[in-house]
């Protein structure tokens, strides 16, 4: 590998990292909207009408399930927040493979 691929990796290993510190508002989480049935037995939610949706982030945390209701005022910001920790995860992917890289061309250490 050139020395000019070289660069070229680390620049592209330098934007990924800016693009990394504006995913400020990341959540890492899954999505999940919920229609339900009351308890009121004339209710049109019987005959297939159900309530909702309700909307919620799903996270784990301390190896348990947490179901966090989102607001209608706050659906576009999770979902925003669920693409951003998505492009967190595509970032990482490719800041490794170029790490991967740079280790094979013994130019790793070098920045």
Do not use: F
Not at 16 to 24: A, D, G, H, N, W
Not at 79 to 86: E, N
């Amino acid at each position: 590998m050139s020395r000019l691929n070289i660069k070229k990796l680390l620049k592209e290993r330098a934007n990924l990292l800016i693009e990394l510190s504006k995913l400020t508002q990341m959540l890492h989480g899954t999505w999940v909207e919920r229609y339900s049935v009351c308890s009121r037995a004339n209710c049109k939610c019987h005959q297939g009408e159900r309530h909702g949706p309700r909307r919620y982030l799903v996270i784990n945390k301390k190896g348990c399930q947490r179901q966090k209701y989102i607001p209608n005022a706050q659906v576009d910001a999770v979902k925003d927040g669920i693409a951003q920790h998505k492009r967190l995860q595509e970032i990482a992917d490719r800041i490794t493979s170029i790490n991967l890289t740079l280790i094979k061309e013994k130019a790793y250490a070098k920045d």
